[in-house]
């Protein structure tokens, strides 16, 4: 069922409109945007769709095709963090619109029903979709017109301090920004965004995400250490961000590093900013092939040097890497989810089945492959 149709037969009377905001895989610069650094992610076609209008009750009623189950009604007043009329999946929404109105925004009541293509928990930021369209929704029909980069500011911090994940900055600014054909070049320092041209079909090139399905229980903790480790090395070094070392200072600041495993992580952030600049070159010469390096070197770093890869990650590299593809890399935060692999169009059944023949034999579960294509952030549909 559309959100159109979901909304209807919640709350029996048609939408003010229909808004959507898609998920989003990261083509390179991972594990920097929480360190002013630059990252490279477009939006995915699968998008989160949701229908909503006002109404006058103070109060915000929320439904999802993807949770069976009666309309969660919750009053305007109740929706703040920890609040008890606010807990699960609902928590995504109710925490865009708490963030709306923190911002001081003026909103009223609303019915919302949500219906998303975007999977859940296979690091395509499921998440940054559902608040970012929620985010849109409510200002857009409260009369208010949002800066992409603001509706991403506000779905952040409703993931950050609503939800209570500390996520960096780029899933929402990918789902909120992104323009189709295109990669999202975002500079977490400035906090500026740029559309690069990408259009791999043209060079008979194909996008495949291949989701592992697996997720290890480390991953949330060793979030927090790595961002910490990024802390402590600013702190050391005496700059605000890993983003103010350029690769020539690179040498002299490992030297003032007396740990070997904060030499690594910083080494990973460095060079990786680094590679995302390449990257961007490559793309703007219409070199799209010759990312595929960068894209293993990324890998390499977050295997050996950043350690937030898993076994499953990296046989799944390497195993598309000798199918033939041009260029892999685990996306996303590590300890399990997806692997982005660059493949010529041709041989892309040539790269799953050699995957998933590999990860048979290592006795993983089974790969799940999703071909993407660059598509629209948040927008209005209807
Ligand atoms: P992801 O990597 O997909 O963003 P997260 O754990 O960050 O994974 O977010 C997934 C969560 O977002 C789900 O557990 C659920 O709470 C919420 N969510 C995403 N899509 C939907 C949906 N269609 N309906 C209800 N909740 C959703
Ligand atoms: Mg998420």
Redesign the pocket.
């Known amino acids: 069922m559309s959100a159109a149709g979901l909304f209807v037969q919640s709350y029996s009377h048609d939408p003010e409109g229909v808004f959507s905001a898609p998920g989003r895989v990261n083509l390179i610069g991972e594990h920097t945007d929480y360190t002013g650094g630059l990252v490279l992610p477009f939006a995915i076609d699968a998008r ?1 769709w949701m229908a909503a209008a006002r109404n006058d009750d103070s109060v915000v009623r929320v439904v ?1 095709a ?2 069976p189950g009666a309309v969660k009604t919750v009053a305007l007043e109740d929706i703040y963090p920890d609040s008890p009329a606010v807990r ?2 609902a928590g ?1 929404l109710f925490g865009a619109i708490w963030a709306l109105r923190q911002a001081g925004h003026q909103v009223s009541g609303f019915d919302l029903a ?1 219906d ?1 293509q ?1 999977p ?9 979709a ?1 608040e970012c369209v929620t985010a849109l929704v409510v200002s857009n029909l409260s009369g208010i017109t949002l800066a992409p980069l603001e509706i991403a500011r506000l779905s952040q911090q409703a993931e950050n301090d609503f939800v209570g ?1 500390p996520c960096g900055p780029m899933d929402q600014t990918a789902s909120a920004a992104s323009r189709a054909g295109s990669v999202l070049l975002f500079d977490s320092r400035a906090g500026t965004v740029e559309n690069i041209p990408f259009n791999p079909s043209a060079d008979d090139l194909a996008v495949l995400v291949i989701d592992t399905k697996v997720t290890h229980s480390l991953a949330d903790g060793e979030y927090a250490r790595r961002r910490a480790s990024c802390e402590r090395a600013t702190t050391v070094l005496g700059i605000r961000t890993l983003r103010d070392l350029s690769l020539d200072e690179l040498p002299a600041a490992l030297d003032k590093l007396d740990d070997d495993v904060l030499r690594r992580r910083v080494r990973h952030v460095v060079t990786e900013n680094d590679r995302v600049v390449q990257t961007v070159e490559l793309l703007r010469a219409g070199r799209i092939s010759a990312i595929g390096d960068l894209m293993v070197a990324s890998h390499r770093s977050l295997q050996h040097d950043y350690e937030v890869s898993c076994p499953e990650l990296d046989q799944a590299v390497d195993s598309a890497l000798s199918a033939g593809a041009v260029g892999a890399r685990m996306t996303g935060g590590g300890f399990g989810g997806s692997v982005i692999a660059l493949i010529p169009t041709e041989l892309v059944e040539t790269v799953m089945s050699g995957v998933n023949a590999d990860f048979a034999m290592r006795g993983f579960t089974t790969a799940v492959p999703r071909i993407v294509a660059p598509a629209d952030g948040a927008r209005r549909d209807e």
Do not use: K
Request: hydrophobic share 45%; glycine share 10%; proline share 0%.
């Open positions: 989160a999802s993807q949770r699960s999946w995504y949500l998303s975007v859940t928990g296979a690091g395509l930021s499921s998440s940054a559902v994940v």
